[in-house]
């Protein structure tokens, strides 16, 4: 079993920057590959990054390449993600994610993910 706890969501104005944490305890050694999700009001959970715990190599969704980053802290089993330049459009509740195996996370597939975070609500105000 995997818990993971996400922090950092907050109020920004638009082109301001954030930093979200996911913290993963338990049978951490498990975990293939960790990934963050967001949802919209009224829209489907999509996946933003995802970043291996093998080879630290890290995957973005288009509408935030070049603005978000991934990186981790193996020795707090945290992972975070840093968000710059953030536009009204990344609001929304930014959910972490573990996979055990698959290429769900690769392809920032929310389906097949096997733990989840309760989330952290970000908003950017224009």
């Known amino acids: 079993q995997v818990t993971l706890v996400e922090s950092g969501g907050g109020t920004v104005q638009s082109g301001g920057s954030l930093r979200l944490s996911c913290a993963a305890s338990g049978n951490v050694f498990e975990i293939y590959r960790m990934g963050w999700f967001r949802q919209a009001p009224g829209k489907e959970r999509e996946g933003v990054a995802c970043?291996?715990?093998?080879?630290?190599?890290?995957y973005y969704g288009g509408s935030v390449k070049g603005r978000f980053s991934l990186f981790r802290d193996n020795a707090k089993n945290t992972v975070y993600l840093q968000m710059n330049s953030l536009k009204p459009e990344d609001t929304a509740v930014y959910y972490c994610?573990?996979?055990?195996?698959?290429?769900?996370?690769?392809?920032?597939?929310?389906?097949?993910?096997?733990?989840w975070g309760k989330g952290t609500l970000v908003t950017v105000s224009s």
């Open positions: 970043i291996s715990n093998r080879d630290g190599n890290g």
């Open positions: 994610a573990a996979e055990l195996d698959g290429p769900n996370c690769l392809f920032l597939r929310p389906d097949g993910m096997h733990y």
